[in-house]
């Protein structure tokens, strides 16, 4: 456990040590010089730093936890609900906010197939998913997953997530509470632990789902239906712990990779 404590905290103090001076700066303590955007980046790879340093404390090598990040035997189903699930997802989302009056239709559109997969390889390689993924579910799920359940261990998976994103409040446009976002990952990290088991712990599954969900945040109309994203969120979970549920509440098992 000491080492998942001392993960966290290297994860935080790497992340928060970037995003912080960005604070000061809107705060007109101090001036980046036009280092924001940098710093900004830089601080997304705290959880992929702090995991190879403690695998590498652990066992004397990282190279396990990097092949996991390239590791290609997986399910064709499985890398298609982690490329295609968020959007279609998020498209749900706006098209019931539209229908509740809470938002103007979107202007139906076919993607642009390579803009959008352009921008798709960008939020894979430094839009946050290659940075944190390592990490959470690299380094974090497995060895949660060897002390608490699945669910438990997902649940607190997310509360740590959610609380190495805290800094955003302060320096980002978000575009919900911090309460709301906590229960938003709750049943997302259910997802990804899902989609990990699904995958046999294969850390690009969680790459794609990761930079699949911050392509079709950044490009659909996504943040008036945030809300209902949450709570399709919990409709998406809820059905695969149910339907699952003695592998969710089982006991702890070191995962089969």
């Given at each position: 456990?000491?080492?998942?404590?001392?993960?966290?905290?290297?994860?935080?103090?790497?992340?928060?040590?970037?995003?912080?001076?960005?604070?000061?700066?809107?705060?007109?303590?101090?001036?980046?010089?036009?280092?924001?955007?940098?710093?900004?980046?830089?601080?997304?790879?705290?959880?992929?730093?702090?995991?190879?340093?403690?695998?590498w404390v652990e066992r004397g090598s990282a190279l396990d936890l990097l092949k996991r990040l390239v590791?290609?035997?997986?399910?064709?189903?499985?890398?298609?609900?982690?490329?295609?699930?968020?959007?279609?997802?998020?498209?749900?989302?706006?098209?019931?906010?539209?229908?509740?009056?809470?938002?103007?239709?979107?202007?139906?559109?076919?993607?642009?197939?390579?803009?959008?997969?352009?921008?798709?390889?960008?939020?894979?390689?430094?839009?946050?998913?290659?940075?944190?993924?390592?990490?959470?579910?690299?380094?974090?799920?497995?060895?949660?997953?060897?002390?608490?359940?699945?669910?438990?261990?997902?649940?607190?998976?997310?509360?740590?997530?959610?609380?190495?994103?805290?800094?955003?409040?302060?320096?980002?446009?978000?575009?919900?509470?911090?309460?709301?976002?906590?229960?938003?990952?709750?049943?997302?990290?259910?997802?990804?632990?899902?989609?990990?088991?699904?995958?046999?712990?294969?850390?690009?599954?969680?790459?794609?789902f990761h930079a699949s969900l911050n392509t079709a945040l950044i490009r659909l109309p996504v943040f008036?239906?945030?809300?209902?994203?949450?709570?399709?969120?919990?409709?998406?979970?809820?059905?695969?712990?149910?339907?699952?549920?003695?592998?969710?509440?089982?006991?702890?098992?070191?995962?089969?990779?």
């Open positions: 456990m000491k080492y998942l404590v001392g993960f966290y905290l290297l994860a935080c103090l790497f992340t928060w040590s970037c995003w912080l001076p960005i604070l000061a700066e809107k705060q007109g303590w101090l001036s980046l010089y036009g280092n924001t955007e940098g710093l900004a980046t830089l601080g997304q790879f705290g959880p992929f730093v702090s995991a190879v340093l403690w695998t590791q290609v035997r997986v399910s064709p189903a499985c890398i298609a609900v982690a490329l295609l699930g968020p959007p279609l997802l998020f498209a749900t989302a706006i098209y019931l906010n539209v229908w509740l009056g809470r938002q103007a239709a979107p202007k139906l559109s076919i993607p642009e197939p390579v803009g959008t997969t352009l921008h798709f390889l960008l939020n894979l390689v430094v839009g946050g998913a290659l940075g944190e993924e390592p990490g959470w579910r690299g380094y974090a799920l497995p060895r949660l997953r060897e002390r608490f359940s699945a669910l438990v261990g997902s649940t607190i998976l997310a509360l740590a997530w959610a609380g190495w994103h805290w800094p955003l409040w302060w320096i980002a446009n978000v575009p919900s509470s911090f309460p709301v976002y906590v229960l938003g990952m709750i049943p997302l990290t259910i997802l990804f632990t899902w989609l990990d088991k699904w995958g046999r712990g294969s850390v690009l599954v969680a790459l794609l008036p239906a945030i809300l209902i994203v949450n709570g399709l969120f919990w409709v998406a979970a809820i059905p695969i712990i149910l339907t699952q549920w003695r592998w969710w509440l089982a006991a702890p098992t070191t995962p089969a990779r």
